[in-house]
Protein backbone atom coordinates (compact mmCIF):
# COMPACT_ATOMS: atom_id res chain seq x y z
CA UNK A 1 0.00 0.00 0.00
CA UNK A 2 1.34 3.27 -0.99
CA UNK A 3 2.12 5.68 1.91
CA UNK A 4 0.20 8.66 2.16
CA UNK A 5 1.77 12.44 2.43
CA UNK A 6 0.95 14.52 5.37
CA UNK A 7 -0.93 17.07 3.11
CA UNK A 8 -2.95 14.19 1.35
CA UNK A 9 -3.72 12.45 4.63
CA UNK A 10 -4.62 15.87 6.10
CA UNK A 11 -7.30 16.36 2.90
CA UNK A 12 -8.95 13.03 2.73
CA UNK A 13 -9.22 13.19 6.56
CA UNK A 14 -10.91 16.44 6.08
CA UNK A 15 -13.63 14.61 3.38
CA UNK A 16 -13.99 12.05 5.57
CA UNK A 17 -14.93 14.44 8.67
CA UNK A 18 -16.88 16.25 6.56
CA UNK A 19 -19.47 12.90 5.25
CA UNK A 20 -19.88 12.84 9.55
CA UNK A 21 -20.30 16.50 10.10
CA UNK A 22 -22.72 17.42 7.18
CA UNK A 23 -25.55 14.40 7.89
CA UNK A 24 -25.44 15.72 11.73
CA UNK A 25 -25.76 19.28 10.91
CA UNK A 26 -28.62 18.18 7.85
CA UNK A 27 -30.39 15.83 10.42
CA UNK A 28 -30.48 19.20 13.14
CA UNK A 29 -32.22 21.31 10.60
CA UNK A 30 -34.65 18.46 9.66
CA UNK A 31 -35.74 18.09 13.62
CA UNK A 32 -36.15 21.75 13.62
CA UNK A 33 -38.10 21.40 10.44
CA UNK A 34 -40.34 18.39 12.01
CA UNK A 35 -40.90 20.37 15.28
CA UNK A 36 -42.40 23.17 13.48
CA UNK A 37 -44.47 20.78 10.94
CA UNK A 38 -45.48 19.41 14.61
CA UNK A 39 -47.33 22.92 15.50
CA UNK A 40 -48.48 24.16 11.26
CA UNK A 41 -51.97 22.18 10.32
CA UNK A 42 -54.31 22.67 7.79
CA UNK A 43 -57.11 22.62 9.74
CA UNK A 44 -57.15 22.73 13.94
CA UNK A 45 -60.40 21.59 15.06
CA UNK A 46 -61.50 22.32 18.57
CA UNK A 47 -63.43 19.25 20.25
CA UNK A 48 -63.00 15.52 19.46
CA UNK A 49 -66.58 14.31 19.60
CA UNK A 50 -68.35 12.72 17.03
CA UNK A 51 -68.69 15.87 14.79
CA UNK A 52 -65.40 16.33 15.19
CA UNK A 53 -63.96 12.97 14.67
CA UNK A 54 -66.40 13.05 11.28
CA UNK A 55 -65.14 16.31 10.32
CA UNK A 56 -61.56 14.88 10.25
CA UNK A 57 -62.23 11.85 9.33
CA UNK A 58 -63.34 13.14 5.69
CA UNK A 59 -59.67 15.56 5.96
CA UNK A 60 -57.85 13.41 6.91
CA UNK A 61 -59.26 11.01 3.79
CA UNK A 62 -58.00 14.04 2.01
CA UNK A 63 -54.66 13.94 2.75
CA UNK A 64 -54.93 17.38 4.74
CA UNK A 65 -52.38 17.57 7.99
CA UNK A 66 -55.07 18.15 11.16
CA UNK A 67 -55.03 18.68 14.57
CA UNK A 68 -57.89 17.31 16.99
CA UNK A 69 -57.55 19.72 20.34
CA UNK A 70 -60.19 17.73 22.82
CA UNK A 71 -60.33 17.50 26.34
CA UNK A 72 -62.45 14.15 26.54
CA UNK A 73 -65.74 15.34 28.37
CA UNK A 74 -68.78 14.60 25.88
CA UNK A 75 -71.62 15.96 26.68
CA UNK A 76 -73.43 12.65 26.67
CA UNK A 77 -70.83 10.86 28.83
CA UNK A 78 -73.75 9.84 31.55
CA UNK A 79 -76.04 8.33 28.97
CA UNK A 80 -75.69 4.55 29.02
CA UNK A 81 -76.97 3.89 25.23
CA UNK A 82 -76.88 5.76 21.88
CA UNK A 83 -79.69 5.30 19.69
CA UNK A 84 -81.10 5.94 15.90
CA UNK A 85 -77.87 5.49 14.27
CA UNK A 86 -77.49 2.98 11.50
CA UNK A 87 -75.01 -0.02 12.94
CA UNK A 88 -74.53 1.82 16.05
CA UNK A 89 -78.28 1.29 17.01
CA UNK A 90 -77.87 0.76 21.24
CA UNK A 91 -74.25 0.72 21.79
CA UNK A 92 -72.84 2.98 25.07
CA UNK A 93 -71.58 6.74 23.51
CA UNK A 94 -68.00 6.02 24.51
CA UNK A 95 -67.95 2.58 23.13
CA UNK A 96 -68.91 4.88 19.62
CA UNK A 97 -66.25 7.50 20.54
CA UNK A 98 -63.27 4.88 21.03
CA UNK A 99 -64.26 2.98 17.68
CA UNK A 100 -63.95 6.31 15.38
CA UNK A 101 -61.48 7.63 17.23
CA UNK A 102 -59.57 4.71 16.22
CA UNK A 103 -60.30 4.47 12.92
CA UNK A 104 -59.52 8.37 12.49
CA UNK A 105 -55.73 7.73 14.03
CA UNK A 106 -54.91 5.38 11.29
CA UNK A 107 -54.92 8.10 9.05
CA UNK A 108 -51.59 9.35 9.01
CA UNK A 109 -51.78 13.69 8.71
CA UNK A 110 -54.72 13.28 11.63
CA UNK A 111 -52.87 14.22 15.12
CA UNK A 112 -54.71 14.26 18.82
CA UNK A 113 -53.49 16.62 21.11
CA UNK A 114 -55.70 15.67 24.59
CA UNK A 115 -56.10 19.01 26.10
CA UNK A 116 -58.43 21.99 26.11
CA UNK A 117 -58.23 25.00 23.89
CA UNK A 118 -58.17 28.13 26.21
CA UNK A 119 -57.47 31.17 23.18
CA UNK A 120 -57.19 31.34 19.58
CA UNK A 121 -56.37 34.39 17.83
CA UNK A 122 -56.44 35.65 14.05
CA UNK A 123 -52.95 35.54 12.28
CA UNK A 124 -51.72 37.21 8.78
CA UNK A 125 -52.06 33.69 7.17
CA UNK A 126 -54.60 31.58 9.62
CA UNK A 127 -55.21 31.11 13.18
CA UNK A 128 -53.05 30.31 16.60
CA UNK A 129 -54.64 28.07 19.12
CA UNK A 130 -53.32 27.81 22.71
CA UNK A 131 -53.79 25.06 25.21
CA UNK A 132 -54.22 25.44 28.76
CA UNK A 133 -50.96 23.42 28.80
CA UNK A 134 -49.21 26.78 26.93
CA UNK A 135 -48.65 24.60 23.56
CA UNK A 136 -49.39 26.98 20.33
CA UNK A 137 -50.79 25.64 17.46
CA UNK A 138 -51.11 27.24 14.03
CA UNK A 139 -53.43 26.64 11.21
CA UNK A 140 -54.92 27.82 7.85
CA UNK A 141 -58.81 26.90 9.04
CA UNK A 142 -60.74 26.35 12.46
CA UNK A 143 -63.73 24.04 12.81
CA UNK A 144 -65.70 24.32 16.33
CA UNK A 145 -67.32 21.11 17.46
CA UNK A 146 -67.21 21.89 20.68
CA UNK A 147 -70.63 21.46 21.44
CA UNK A 148 -73.29 23.23 24.89
CA UNK A 149 -73.45 23.25 27.94
CA UNK A 150 -76.58 22.17 29.68
CA UNK A 151 -77.70 24.44 32.25
CA UNK A 152 -79.48 22.47 35.36
CA UNK A 153 -82.42 23.25 37.40
CA UNK A 154 -82.05 23.57 41.01
CA UNK A 155 -83.80 20.29 41.54
CA UNK A 156 -82.44 18.04 43.64
CA UNK A 157 -81.26 14.75 42.01
CA UNK A 158 -82.08 16.37 38.55
CA UNK A 159 -77.93 16.39 37.13
CA UNK A 160 -77.74 12.62 38.32
CA UNK A 161 -80.53 11.31 35.89
CA UNK A 162 -79.79 13.50 33.15
CA UNK A 163 -79.39 11.62 29.56
CA UNK A 164 -80.44 8.50 31.89
CA UNK A 165 -84.16 8.81 33.03
CA UNK A 166 -84.59 12.60 32.53
CA UNK A 167 -84.36 13.05 28.53
CA UNK A 168 -84.36 15.37 25.66
CA UNK A 169 -85.47 13.61 22.34
CA UNK A 170 -87.90 10.83 21.98
CA UNK A 171 -86.35 9.58 18.70
CA UNK A 172 -82.99 8.96 21.04
CA UNK A 173 -84.16 7.42 23.97
CA UNK A 174 -88.62 7.18 23.19
CA UNK A 175 -88.66 3.44 21.87
CA UNK A 176 -86.77 2.05 25.35
CA UNK A 177 -89.28 3.52 27.35
CA UNK A 178 -92.20 3.56 25.82
CA UNK A 179 -95.66 3.03 27.20
CA UNK A 180 -94.00 3.45 30.26
CA UNK A 181 -95.47 6.57 33.36
CA UNK A 182 -93.99 9.46 31.58
CA UNK A 183 -93.47 13.06 32.37
CA UNK A 184 -93.27 16.11 30.80
CA UNK A 185 -91.16 19.33 32.79
CA UNK A 186 -92.36 22.20 30.65
CA UNK A 187 -94.65 25.02 30.90
CA UNK A 188 -96.81 27.40 28.11
CA UNK A 189 -96.07 26.42 25.17
CA UNK A 190 -93.04 24.48 25.02
CA UNK A 191 -95.06 22.18 27.10
CA UNK A 192 -98.08 21.75 25.61
CA UNK A 193 -95.84 21.45 22.27
CA UNK A 194 -93.82 18.44 23.71
CA UNK A 195 -96.77 17.09 25.74
CA UNK A 196 -98.23 16.34 22.21
CA UNK A 197 -95.12 15.10 20.53
CA UNK A 198 -93.92 12.69 23.58
CA UNK A 199 -97.81 10.96 23.35
CA UNK A 200 -96.72 9.15 20.49
CA UNK A 201 -94.84 7.14 22.42
CA UNK A 202 -96.94 7.03 25.57
CA UNK A 203 -100.31 7.19 26.93
CA UNK A 204 -99.83 7.83 30.51
CA UNK A 205 -98.51 11.32 30.40
CA UNK A 206 -98.63 14.12 32.53
CA UNK A 207 -97.14 17.79 32.16
CA UNK A 208 -95.36 19.12 35.26
CA UNK A 209 -95.14 23.08 34.66
CA UNK A 210 -93.33 23.22 38.36
CA UNK A 211 -95.67 26.50 39.32
CA UNK A 212 -98.39 28.39 38.00
CA UNK A 213 -99.46 26.56 34.53
CA UNK A 214 -98.94 29.54 31.57
CA UNK A 215 -101.28 27.57 28.89
CA UNK A 216 -103.89 29.00 27.49
CA UNK A 217 -107.45 27.73 28.13
CA UNK A 218 -107.33 25.97 24.43
CA UNK A 219 -104.44 24.41 25.55
CA UNK A 220 -105.12 23.02 28.62
CA UNK A 221 -108.51 21.77 26.97
CA UNK A 222 -106.93 20.37 24.21
CA UNK A 223 -104.29 18.09 26.75
CA UNK A 224 -107.28 17.40 28.99
CA UNK A 225 -108.92 15.66 25.75
CA UNK A 226 -106.30 13.95 25.33
CA UNK A 227 -105.78 12.43 28.70
CA UNK A 228 -102.60 14.38 28.96
CA UNK A 229 -102.94 15.26 32.99
CA UNK A 230 -101.53 18.81 34.19
CA UNK A 231 -99.30 19.12 37.71
CA UNK A 232 -98.82 22.57 38.95
CA UNK A 233 -97.10 21.77 41.84
CA UNK A 234 -93.51 22.96 42.82
CA UNK A 235 -90.64 19.75 42.78
CA UNK A 236 -88.63 19.67 45.08
CA UNK A 237 -86.73 16.50 43.97
CA UNK A 238 -86.27 13.57 41.81
CA UNK A 239 -86.06 10.56 43.45
CA UNK A 240 -83.98 7.97 41.46
CA UNK A 241 -81.82 4.57 42.01
CA UNK A 242 -78.48 5.44 40.23
CA UNK A 243 -80.11 7.80 37.36
CA UNK A 244 -83.04 5.82 37.28
CA UNK A 245 -85.84 7.82 37.98
CA UNK A 246 -88.21 6.75 41.10
CA UNK A 247 -90.57 9.41 41.79
CA UNK A 248 -91.14 12.70 41.82
CA UNK A 249 -91.23 14.85 45.27
CA UNK A 250 -93.21 18.46 45.39
CA UNK A 251 -92.44 20.75 48.07
CA UNK A 252 -95.99 19.96 49.63
CA UNK A 253 -94.81 16.53 50.62
CA UNK A 254 -96.13 14.50 48.52
CA UNK A 255 -95.04 12.36 45.24
CA UNK A 256 -95.43 10.83 42.17
CA UNK A 257 -93.79 7.55 41.11
CA UNK A 258 -92.52 8.24 37.38
CA UNK A 259 -90.59 5.79 35.26
CA UNK A 260 -88.99 8.93 32.35
CA UNK A 261 -90.07 12.79 32.53
CA UNK A 262 -88.65 14.29 29.37
CA UNK A 263 -87.22 18.29 29.33
CA UNK A 264 -85.54 20.60 26.97
CA UNK A 265 -82.82 22.49 29.12
CA UNK A 266 -81.70 25.96 28.57
CA UNK A 267 -78.29 25.74 27.53
CA UNK A 268 -74.35 28.33 26.72
CA UNK A 269 -71.96 27.30 24.32
CA UNK A 270 -69.37 25.09 25.75
CA UNK A 271 -66.52 27.02 23.92
CA UNK A 272 -66.75 31.00 24.09
CA UNK A 273 -63.83 31.08 21.79
CA UNK A 274 -66.32 31.54 18.53
CA UNK A 275 -67.51 34.60 20.36
CA UNK A 276 -64.05 36.20 20.97
CA UNK A 277 -63.34 35.79 17.25
CA UNK A 278 -66.58 37.68 16.00
CA UNK A 279 -68.45 34.35 15.66
CA UNK A 280 -72.46 35.51 15.49
CA UNK A 281 -74.81 33.76 17.30
CA UNK A 282 -78.86 32.70 16.64
CA UNK A 283 -81.36 34.50 18.40
CA UNK A 284 -81.34 30.34 20.08
CA UNK A 285 -77.63 31.12 20.87
CA UNK A 286 -76.15 28.83 18.44
CA UNK A 287 -72.88 29.70 16.37
CA UNK A 288 -74.61 30.90 12.99
CA UNK A 289 -73.50 28.93 10.13
CA UNK A 290 -74.25 29.29 6.25
CA UNK A 291 -74.72 25.70 3.94
CA UNK A 292 -71.39 25.44 4.17
CA UNK A 293 -71.08 25.29 7.56
CA UNK A 294 -68.78 28.56 7.16
CA UNK A 295 -69.49 30.42 10.44
CA UNK A 296 -69.81 34.26 10.09
CA UNK A 297 -66.05 35.00 10.17
CA UNK A 298 -64.02 34.08 6.96
CA UNK A 299 -62.18 30.29 7.77
CA UNK A 300 -63.61 29.31 10.62
CA UNK A 301 -66.20 26.61 10.63
CA UNK A 302 -68.81 24.84 13.20
CA UNK A 303 -70.73 21.73 13.60
CA UNK A 304 -72.89 20.00 15.69
CA UNK A 305 -74.91 20.25 18.93
CA UNK A 306 -73.14 24.21 19.20
CA UNK A 307 -74.88 24.81 15.60
CA UNK A 308 -78.51 22.88 15.81
CA UNK A 309 -81.35 21.95 18.13
CA UNK A 310 -81.10 18.80 16.05
CA UNK A 311 -79.22 16.88 18.89
CA UNK A 312 -78.56 13.31 18.16
CA UNK A 313 -75.15 11.38 17.08
CA UNK A 314 -76.37 10.66 13.48
CA UNK A 315 -76.78 14.30 12.72
CA UNK A 316 -73.46 15.25 14.28
CA UNK A 317 -71.61 12.31 12.50
CA UNK A 318 -73.53 13.65 9.31
CA UNK A 319 -72.40 17.56 9.84
CA UNK A 320 -68.89 16.96 10.49
CA UNK A 321 -68.19 14.84 7.24
CA UNK A 322 -70.14 17.65 5.39
CA UNK A 323 -68.04 20.21 6.96
CA UNK A 324 -64.96 18.61 6.56
CA UNK A 325 -65.32 18.25 3.03
CA UNK A 326 -66.01 22.25 2.46
CA UNK A 327 -63.36 22.85 4.18
CA UNK A 328 -60.76 20.57 1.61
CA UNK A 329 -63.08 22.12 -1.23
CA UNK A 330 -62.09 25.63 -0.15
CA UNK A 331 -58.73 25.00 0.51
CA UNK A 332 -57.92 23.61 -3.37
CA UNK A 333 -60.03 26.59 -4.53
CA UNK A 334 -57.79 28.80 -2.62
CA UNK A 335 -54.43 26.65 -4.23
CA UNK A 336 -55.75 27.13 -7.41
CA UNK A 337 -57.12 31.08 -6.94
CA UNK A 338 -53.70 31.68 -5.33
CA UNK A 339 -55.54 33.14 -2.72
CA UNK A 340 -53.17 31.85 0.08
Not at 8 to 19: E, N
Not at 173 to 181: F, K, L, P, S
Not at 256 to 265: A, E, M
Request: with cysteine; charged share 25%; hydrophobic share 35%.
Amino acid sequence: MENLSRRKFIKQGGIMASVFVLPLSFHSILNKKEMSDKKHFDVIIIGGSYSGLAAAMALGRALRKVLIIDNEKPCNRQTPHSHNFLTQDGKAPKEIASLAKQQVSMYDTVVFHNNLATNASKTENGFEVQTSSGDIFKSKKLIFATGIKDEMPNIKGFSECWGISVLHCPYCHGYEVRNETTGILGNGEYGFEFSKLISNWSKDLTLFTNGKSTLTSEQAAELERHHIKTVEKEIEELEHINGQLQNIIFKDGSKKSLKVIYTRLPFKQHCLIPEHLGCELTEDGYIKIDTSHKTTINDIFACGDNVTRMRTVANAVSMGTTTGMMINKELIEEKFTDKK
